[in-house]
């Protein structure tokens, strides 16, 4: 069974930092681009990140950029988010989501595997 499976969310203060991970099962990500999104209640799922099958690029919304370092592990078959000086305006539930996409210079747009999700709130 493909499976993606995200952790390392939770509540943490304004200034403080989370690292989430994306676990593949069923399937190796070999090959697969890696994207990290959020969706803020009310909102609607926005891209905050992606990643190409080997790292050689990389993507981050404007909001982001300077905090957040997304990563992967193709050995450990995972894919990271590390998030730095997060903001209230950071908490949302994060997703990961994988592509097969052959093209290293880019990210897809759309992913075929999503993780359930993980919460992020930021809060003092």
């Known amino acids: 069974q493909v499976r993606l499976v995200e952790s390392g969310g939770g509540l943490v203060q304004p200034g403080g930092s989370l690292r989430l991970s994306c676990a593949a099962s069923?399937?190796?990500?070999?090959?697969?681009?890696i994207g990290w999104f959020r969706q803020a209640p009310g909102k609607e799922r926005d891209r905050v990140s992606c990643?190409?099958?080997?790292?050689?690029?990389?993507y981050y919304v404007d909001s982001v950029k300077g905090r957040f370092t997304i990563s992967r592990d193709n050995a450990k078959n995972t894919a990271y988010l590390q998030m730095n000086s997060l903001e209230p305006e950071d908490t949302a539930v994060y997703y990961c989501?994988?592509?097969?996409?052959?093209?290293?210079?880019?990210?897809?747009?759309?992913?075929?595997?999503w993780g359930q999700g993980t919460q992020v709130s930021v809060s003092s």
């Open positions: 989501a994988a592509d097969l996409w052959p093209y290293d210079s880019s990210c897809p747009f759309e992913y075929n595997y």
């Open positions: 069923g399937f190796t990500l070999d090959g697969y681009a």
């Open positions: 990643i190409s099958k080997t790292g050689g690029s990389t």
